[in-house]
Structures are given as structure tokens and as C-alpha cells.
């Protein structure tokens, strides 16, 4: 909620905003604004949208949903080839990534590599350990 009573909903609307007010956040370039809403609007779409379907179907009924995850996980792990998803500079859409992924880790999800060390490596930063812990994960 801003200052004014305003509400902003949705993931790819907050971290956008976000990126806006703090450049470092966002991919740099002539197309990194529209590079920043393709991906968080991918990530939004194929990989968060089928997290509460998995949680909802029983355990037995759960692969197709969970294979899907695997798929979309494992094309993001193909993007990695440097640090960040947009190369050596974290930005809003690694915090999105990292959650996600962070949290199919916990769920038991083999994720492909390099997405592990890509999480591995997120979950070090001060700032992470900070938010884990405030949250009781860590």
C-alpha cells in the first residue's frame, strides 16, 4: 500500500515498479524494460500459475503438473549461462526466479543444473539470508 491508500497488485506489476525506482534492478540495454515484463510475465505464467495447482491435486495425481514445472524450470536453467538470468547483474526477475525456485527446492523438486547453484548462490546474499530468517525459513 503507498502513502496515499493506493494498492498495486501482482507480481509483475510490483517488481516492474520496483525496477523502475531502482535502475539496478532492472536489465540494462534498449530492450530492458520490455526483456524485464517478458520474463516476469513468463515466469508469472508458466511457472507460478501451476504452483497451486500442484498443491491442491492429491500426491498421486501430481506429475504432469509437477513434469510441466520440471519443463519450464529447465528451459530457465538453459538461459544461465552467466550469473543472472540478464548476465552478471541481479535484478527483479532473479528475486521472482529465486523464490520459485527456492521454494520447489523445499518441495523436493530436482532442479536441473544450473539452477541449483544459480539458487545456492542467491540464497548467500545478506539481503536474502535477512528476508529467510525475518520469515522463519532460514
Known amino acids: 500500500m503507498f502513502d496515499d491508500g493506493e494498492v498495486l497488485t501482482e507480481n509483475v506489476a510490483i517488481l516492474t515498479w520496483i525496477a523502475d525506482r531502482a535502475a539496478e534492478l532492472a536489465p540494462q540495454g534498449h530492450l530492458g524494460h520490455y526483456r524485464l515484463l517478458e520474463m516476469l510475465s513468463f515466469i508469472a505464467t508458466e511457472i507460478h500459475k501451476r504452483f497451486p495447482t500442484y498443491l491442491s491435486l492429491p500426491e498421486d495425481v501430481r506429475e504432469p503438473t509437477g513434469q510441466q514445472l520440471l519443463h519450464w524450470f ?3 536453467a538453459g538461459r544461465l549461462d552467466r550469473d543472472y538470468l540478464f548476465g552478471e547483474t541481479f535484478t527483479v526477475v532473479d528475486a521472482y526466479l529465486f523464490q520459485l525456485a527456492w521454494g520447489a ?5 530436482p532442479l536441473p543444473e544450473p539452477l541449483g547453484d544459480y539458487v545456492a548462490r542467491i540464497e548467500k546474499r545478506p539481503a536474502v539470508q ?5 520469515e522463519g525459513v532460514a
Open 105 to 109: 527446492a523445499q518441495l523436493g523438486f
Open 74 to 76: 529447465g528451459f530457465l
Open 130 to 134: 535477512a528476508a529467510l530468517l525475518r
